[in-house]
């Protein structure tokens, strides 16, 4: 069954306004997740590292102003687009690693659609 | 740091054929390889993996790749598909920080 679950699954909101979305590990406590951004027919490319306890860590070009990220808990980090505007749109997906002797695999969530009008 | 090319961006097959997915990798270092498949509006599911040792690994539905460290390939096959194999695959790369570098992805059609 799924590991990771992501809520919304799919959002639509107005420019300008802000979005959050959750990533919930649902058997495993991490302290490490992952988030991805995937536009229409291509690949994903990571965002940001979320560290339970600390700042995440983001990829080079990614505006850590516009996509904040709270790991409050092991089992929850948060990706709020803030401002948003319709170059945001994109399809938004989690993960979390597997863990001890299991860290270099990743479980991926469902993914958030979100689409700014 | 890595990088991930799948040399085949859509991949036509009729039910029961075999297919094979290619991916090739560069890094300067050991890495940890995995192929994903992504079904229409979904996350991304693990087909399988190869962190050492053996290098043919199986994964789920009937799918296995070779890893070839000398032409720095890690390419999937299987050897007779279903109408249910029709889908986005991904091959990815990691090195000792965990951090998945994906390819460019390959649609996988199955016909009939």
């Known amino acids: 069954g799924a590991v990771v679950s992501q809520h919304p699954s799919w959002v639509i909101c107005k420019s300008g306004t802000s979005v959050k979305i959750e990533c919930r590990s649902l058997?495993?406590?991490?302290?490490?997740m992952f988030w991805y951004r995937q536009f229409p027919k291509q690949s994903l490319m990571l965002m940001a590292t979320s560290n339970e306890g600390s700042k995440a860590t983001y990829e080079q070009g990614v505006e850590k102003d516009k996509f904040l990220i709270n790991h409050a808990s092991l089992t929850l980090s948060t990706l709020t687009v803030t401002s948003a505007h319709p170059e945001d749109s994109s399809f938004y997906i989690c993960?979390?690693?597997?863990?001890?002797?299991?860290?270099?695999?990743?479980?991926f969530g469902p993914g958030t659609r979100l689409l700014v009008l | 740091a890595q990088s991930v090319t799948q040399l085949d961006s859509q991949v036509p097959v009729f039910e029961e054929a075999p297919v094979e997915l290619r991916c090739n990798y560069s890094s300067s270092v050991s890495v940890y390889l995995f192929w994903y498949v992504q079904y229409p509006n979904q996350g991304l599911q693990l087909l399988l993996k190869?962190?050492?040792?053996?290098?043919l690994v199986k994964g789920i539905n009937g799918f296995e790749a070779e890893f070839n460290k000398s032409q720095t390939s890690f390419h999937l096959r299987k050897p007779s598909v279903h109408i249910s194999d029709t889908a986005e695959y991904f091959c990815?790369?990691?090195?000792?920080?965990?951090?998945?570098?994906f390819g460019a992805g390959t649609t996988v059609t199955v016909r009939a």
């Open positions: 190869y962190l050492s040792g053996s290098t």
């Open positions: 993960s979390r690693d597997g863990g001890g002797f299991n860290q270099e695999t990743q479980y």
């Open positions: 058997d495993f406590q991490a302290t490490t």
């Open positions: 990815a790369v990691s090195e000792s920080d965990y951090k998945l570098s």
